[in-house]
């Protein structure tokens, strides 16, 4: 009985023990759990900041350190895709009557592919054919569709169409407005370490430099982009016996016709000019001569005096 009573005691003074000991380990831990805590947010803000910094400081590296992440980062890739921007004007006959209608249906056919109505006129003389123009602008894609169907609107009878590539222009464009969005970072930075207003003018002086030449590179931009993205269409579209669009005779006989008539036409606007001025100073001459021949009549002879004879 005392060796079991012995026993017993010695197993509850372990316990106790055992529990105390766990107790400390869990408030010492939680203890270190909020102080790592509390330190996280310094180190992370550290972190932050040096990143921030680091990235900062990243255009300012020289070009052979473009292996490092922070450099790789800031690389923007170039739209290298051809740079097209195309033209076509497209001569239609339609029927009498048909031009409006005519019209309408085209801006439909390029309404449907995304395109965009420029404008147009018209020409409907009294009892005489009419004849007009309107140009659309239609997305690259669309354009040889776009093109085919306005075709089948009328009788075609003519085309003149042409591409410029401006691939080229556009890189160097691209190229050099990089250069200057670093020149402006550069500027942004040193703006930010000035401390005398002498410093502070000099350098916004230089900064508005370069932003004027990043705000026209960027216009340049902006144009290319557009005309190589909307190519344009422009269609004539006149009714049997109207005019042409230059107005221009067929024949050699009414061209040399239209030649001799505008030459007449030159001609007598010259001596109507010539009649003009020529009439004030036949006036004055006239003037002129009345008086010098008033001037010059003889006198009458005076009377003989009686007296003497």
Known sequence: MRRRRAVVGVALVAMVIVAGCSANRDSSGGGSSAGSEAQVAPAADQAMTEQD?????????????????????????????????????????????????????ATDVVRRAKGIYVGSSTSVPSGEPASGQ??????????EPVLRELKGLGTYRGEKSSTDDVTSQYI?????LAAWRAQERVYLRLLDRARSVTDVIAVQNQ?????????????????????????TIV????????????????????????TAVNGLGVMAAAVLVALVWLTPLVVVAGLVLLGLRALRRPRPAPAPDSGQA
């Open 53 to 105: 910094r680091s990235a900062q400081a990243a255009p300012a590296e020289p070009a052979g350190k473009a292996g490092s992440t922070n450099t790789a980062s800031q690389v923007r890739l170039v739209d290298l895709s051809n740079r097209i921007v195309r033209t076509a004007n497209v001569d239609l006959e339609v029927g009498k009557g048909r031009l409006n209608a005519t019209i309408n249906q």
């Open 172 to 176: 160097d464009l691209n190229g050099q």
């Open 235 to 258: 269609l004539q579209i006149s009714e049997p016996g109207a005019a042409g669009p230059a107005g221009e005779p067929a024949g050699r006989l009414a061209r040399a016709w239209a």
């Open 134 to 143: 309107v140009t659309f602008r239609v997305p690259v894609d669309a354009f």
């Open 207 to 231: 900064l508005q430099q370069v932003q004027s030449n990043i705000e026209r590179l960027q216009g340049q931009l902006n144009y290319l982009e557009d005309q190589s993205s909307f190519s």
